[in-house]
Nanobody, 124 residues
């Protein structure tokens, strides 16, 4: 069982940047594809980004493309999400997730392990 703990959320003004972190408990962290999702009140969970096991491949959701960068440090068992030029519509709880296997996926149902989430609030 992989435990994931996110941090780095907070209240920021529009245009600001944030870096979210996700620390895993499992020594096999490097065998997981890592993803970030978000969920705003009253909305479905939305794919944000995913990164391959070695960090060499990434994919992004359309709403954050060009403003987000996902990365990972396997030695530290940590995944990151750098968000720039934040907008009020980026306000949501951000979750990191992990899945077995080599393929990057955008569907939340394909990720087996989830963190508790970290709140990001962007004021206008």
């Amino acid at each position: 069982q992989v435990q994931l703990v996110e941090s780095g959320g907070g209240l920021v003004q529009a245009g600001a940047s944030l870096r979210l972190s996700c620390v895993a408990s499992d020594r096999s962290f490097s065998t997981y594809v890592m993803g970030w999702f978000r969920q705003a009140p009253g909305k479905e969970r939305e794919f944000v980004a995913a990164i391959s096991r070695d960090g060499g491949s990434t994919i992004y959701g359309d709403s954050v493309k060009g403003r987000a960068t996902i990365s990972r440090d396997n030695a530290k068992k940590t995944a990151y999400l750098q968000m720039n030029s934040l907008k009020p519509e980026d306000t949501a709880v951000y979750y990191c997730a992990a899945r077995w296997g080599p393929l990057l996926k955008t569907e939340s149902a394909l990720y087996a392990y989830w963190g508790q989430g970290t709140q990001v609030t962007v004021s206008s």
